[in-house]
């Protein structure tokens, strides 16, 4: 029979917090504490199992009422699980936090290639290379910061030991007239600014796009025109260096 005070769980993850010298547990469904903790999910009830407070997870030993507001100062769960979320450490085994991490690399390193240029070449960078380049400074992954808080991070780094800019790409873009409305719906998606359009017996326009779509367009254009259509790089466009957010 199971004792009082007890509750079993499987498939989770725990966040353990040491508090007042006893130590604390919450018990979350996995993938869910990153998505919190970068804000990309905010529903409390996503991410937690239950919003009982244990002394022990894998035992199911829930911690006492008293314990509890000694430690915290508060007796409302809701209150403390997120403490416990927000400066708890995530248990994981080593196994998992390597592929959590090798994960995380890539991440960040496609965030970079899709947002960065090489300025002599106006071109976009592939993601291999980006990562080539964060080994060559030894980047290490911060598992408690978002990946787009470290790509910004990595772009910065990597300024002393490659040619890069975060910038947007200003684009020309030819199409012939009968392609031309059909194209535009589909390119559409793509771009970040229409700066110009002339639509005479082809369509021209002048675009902004982030560098990680360039690829795509060139291809669409390519492929979609037969070859008829033609995609210029007009120049790069800085993206300020106050601009701290990755849309």
Not at 168 to 196: F, I, N, Q, T, Y
């Amino acid at each position: 029979m199971m004792k009082r005070n007890t509750i079993r769980l499987t498939n989770v993850a725990v966040v353990r917090m040491k508090k007042g010298g006893k130590r604390f547990e919450i018990a979350c469904y996995k993938n869910k504490v990153m998505s919190w903790r970068s804000g990309a999910e905010k529903d409390l009830d996503e991410v937690l199992q239950t919003s009982s407070v244990f002394n022990n997870v894998s035992k199911g030993q829930v911690a006492k009422k008293d314990d509890l507001s000694k430690a915290f100062g508060t007796d409302d769960l809701t209150e403390i699980c997120k403490q416990i979320l927000a400066k708890g450490e995530l248990q994981v085994s080593d196994k998992e936090r390597q592929s959590q991490l090798e994960t995380s690399f890539r991440d960040i390193a496609t965030i970079v290639a899709e947002k960065c240029v090489n300025p002599e070449t106006k071109r976009p960078y592939t993601v291999n290379l980006i990562e080539r380049a964060m080994k060559d400074i030894h980047y290490s992954v911060k598992a408690n910061k978002s990946t787009k808080q470290q790509a910004l991070e990595v772009i910065r780094q990597l300024k002393d030991s490659i040619e890069i800019q975060r910038a947007h790409m200003r684009l020309r873009l030819v199409l012939p007239a009968k392609d031309g409305k059909r194209l535009k719906d589909k390119l559409k998606p793509l771009l970040k600014v229409v700066e110009s359009e002339d639509f005479d017996d082809q369509l021209e326009m002048v675009c902004l796009v982030d560098p990680g779509c360039f690829r795509e367009i060139d291809e669409l254009i390519r492929c979609e025109t037969k070859g008829k259509g033609s995609l210029e790089v007009l120049s790069l466009k800085d993206v300020e260096e106050g601009d701290e957010r990755l849309e």
